[in-house]
């Protein structure tokens, strides 16, 4: 079906292609989206001249690439909800996958580069799924962890891999990956970063049909009660596996572009654990149970890393305490705060109402006050029995 306009329930939405059809508000918001991704290069050399330090492209580029990676994570953590302590595997074997292909194979075209990191990826999950999915919760997630482990220390220790120096992805007489044939010289950056704006859609378009599919049901049924799935006849190790796999692909896609942007790898910058732990958290901090969430928790989180590192020696003090209270501000994180029923939503429902509210009857400030009172010391009677308990063992 083409795109255009459609009527549903008396208000007008738009058709953006097959299947995917959006209120006008969240039409508008997603051209809004585009259209700044697009436009990240323009804004940065904006921010240069302003001497706005943090709006830097390879920082936003960063946060793209390890929120791209949070996407596919996210398809095994919504879902089957199983938590993944590996996926720092499959991003730093699409980031070495071109490093090697670039020094020791000399492939010099940047797009070859990609499609081998993304297939090297998809094998890793493919065979790290295989063994580790035999197990479930906290197995599996120890599983995962120790795969990773273990390719980190194989990169760490392989002198032919660079050691802990990591290898550059600088091939041919150009000293750089090629775009059909062509170096790209002082364009290499933006043209990298638009490219890897074109994956992040299309791959957002793929996994917004994949969770809007049967395959999406079925996982829903498999993270309900894995039993009772089979029992109605679900091959649950084959969906699993192959929900495993797509999320690989993801992160293999998202480490090949890494890699070609930065030109260098490192082991603790792609394979370390703590990786994992960021695409881990990306996707709970921007919200888990949404399609954007994990994108934008990405950039979110590494822009505070970096203007934290700018700003104190404490940084991770910085943006702990920064994450500490979007997480417990925004518990559906940022995206989900944003959604239907969402804090913010709520909030400003609520302030509305009691706007309007006040403007029909001041003397509602006086019950406002009281009840606030009330609650603060309500708090303040939970908090002092919880010392005591602690304290003395006294309630």
Same mark, same amino acid.
């Given at each position: ?72 994570l ?24 071109? *490093? ?11 797009l070859?580069?990609?499609?081998? *990191? ?12 295989? @063994? ?10 120890? @599983? ?31 000293? %750089? ?26 791959? @957002? ?32 190790r084959?969906?699993?596996?192959? *929900?495993?796999?797509?999320s ?55 822009v ?9 020696p ?22 989900g705060?944003?959604? %239907? ?55």
């Amino acid at each position: 079906m083409s795109p255009g306009l459609v009527d549903r329930d008396g208000e007008t939405h738009v058709r953006v292609t097959s299947g995917l059809v959006l209120s006008k508000r969240r039409f508008a918001g997603l051209i809004a989206g585009v259209l700044f991704l697009f436009a990240v290069p323009d804004l940065v050399r904006v921010a240069q001249a302003l001497d706005i330090s943090f709006f830097q492209l390879g920082v936003i580029h960063r946060g793209l690439v390890f929120g791209f990676a949070a996407v596919g994570l996210n398809l095994l953590l919504r879902h089957t909800e199983l938590v993944s302590f590996g996926h720092a595997a499959f991003f730093g074997t699409g980031a070495y996958t071109a *490093a090697v292909a670039a020094v020791y194979l000399d492939v010099t075209g940047l797009l070859v580069l990609l499609l081998l *990191a993304t297939a090297l990826g998809t094998v890793m999950a493919g065979v790290i799924g295989a @063994l580790s999915l035999r197990h479930t919760g906290l197995y599996f997630a120890l @599983l995962t962890l120790a795969f990773g482990q273990l390719l980190y220390a194989i990169a760490l220790g392989q002198s032919a891999l660079g050691g802990s120096d990591g290898m550059p992805v600088r091939p041919g007489e150009a000293n %750089e990956p090629l775009l059909f044939g062509q170096a790209l010289g002082d364009a290499y950056g933006v043209v990298t970063y638009y490219i890897t704006a074109v994956v992040v859609l299309v791959g @957002l378009l793929v996994m917004w049909r994949i969770i809007n599919s049967p395959f999406r049901y079925a996982l829903d049924a498999i993270g309900q009660d894995r039993t009772r799935a089979e029992f109605i006849g679900l091959p649950v190790r084959r969906y699993v596996w192959t *929900a495993f796999v797509i999320s690989g692909v993801y992160g293999g896609v998202a480490g090949g572009l890494f890699a070609v942007f930065r030109r260098y790898v490192t082991p603790d910058g792609t394979l370390y654990f703590l990786q994992s732990g960021d695409i881990l958290y990306m996707a709970i901090l921007g919200g888990f149970k949404t399609l954007l969430g994990p994108l934008v928790g990405g950039v979110v989180l590494i822009v505070l890393e970096f203007v934290g590192r700018s700003v104190t020696p404490y940084f991770e003090f910085l943006t702990g305490t920064v994450l500490l209270i979007l997480v417990f501000g925004f518990p559906e994180g940022i995206v989900g705060s944003l959604g %239907e029923g969402g804090v913010f939503r709520r909030a400003v429902g609520q302030t509305r109402h009691g706007v309007a509210s006040l403007r029909e009857d001041p003397s509602v400030a006086g019950d406002w006050g009281r009840r606030i009172g009330r609650g603060l010391r309500q708090q303040i009677d939970e908090s002092l029995t919880t010392l005591r308990v602690v304290l003395f063992g006294v309630s």
